[in-house]
């Protein structure tokens, strides 16, 4: 399947670093819960989303990546648990990157112990190094409703929505309402 022909991504916020990215498979519309890693289909989609449609698409890597995305969600949540900190250290446990230099240069490669392991462990890979830049910009939406998570790249540092156009508008319009329905003093 090219790409022109590859689904849409159904999500209300795509395009973050790939941890954070893995989190927000999991939103809340209108219409209620949805979970894209729910069958293969979505796994399909969220690698394609990603650039990373050569991975293995499987459902052990599935069930791999729901693991991923419940460790990274309990550490975002309470970073303290050791709970949170065991979970995200057995997905990191998954694989390692072995260093080297080359005729070309210095060279990266990752290494899993299982290829269905591969997404997952880059997810919480690229999740342990947001946390080593800059933890303070690893921020869920402000709106009650909402369960996505951003990595605020705003140059002050202060995004509070996922995106401005839902979440931000949805919150401005609840606050007009309000203050128009009090009565006047």
């Given amino acids: 399947m090219s790409d022109k022909d590859q689904p849409r991504d159904p999500r209300p ?3 973050e670093p790939l941890g954070l990215d893995l989190l927000n498979t999991i939103w809340v519309d209108a219409e209620g819960p949805h979970d894209l890693l729910g069958d293969l289909a979505g ?3 969220w690698l394609a989303s990603n650039n990373r449609s050569h991975w293995p698409a499987t459902e ?3 069930q791999a990546l729901l693991l991923a995305r419940e460790a990274i969600r309990a550490h975002i949540t309470d970073p303290a648990s050791p709970a949170a900190l065991a979970s995200l250290n057995a997905v990191l446990a998954w694989g390692h990157i072995t260093r080297s230099v080359g005729p070309d240069g210095p060279v990266s ?7 269905a392991h591969l997404a997952a462990w880059s997810a919480a890979d690229d999740y342990l190094t947001l946390l080593a830049e800059h933890p303070d910009r690893l921020r869920r ?3 009650p409703d909402c369960v996505l998570h951003f990595y605020d790249t705003s140059p002050k ?3 509070r ?3 401005m156009a839902g979440c931000g508008n949805r919150a401005k319009a609840a606050r007009h309402y309000a203050r128009s329905r009090r009565p006047a003093s």
Avoid: E, F, Q, Y
């Fill in 43 to 45: 796994t399909r989609l």
């Fill in 109 to 115: 490669v990752v290494r899993v112990d299982d290829p």
């Fill in 157 to 159: 540092g202060n995004r």
């Fill in 161 to 163: 929505w996922c995106s």
């Fill in 13 to 15: 916020l795509v395009g």
């Fill in 60 to 62: 052990p890597a599935r």
């Fill in 141 to 143: 939406c402000a709106h």
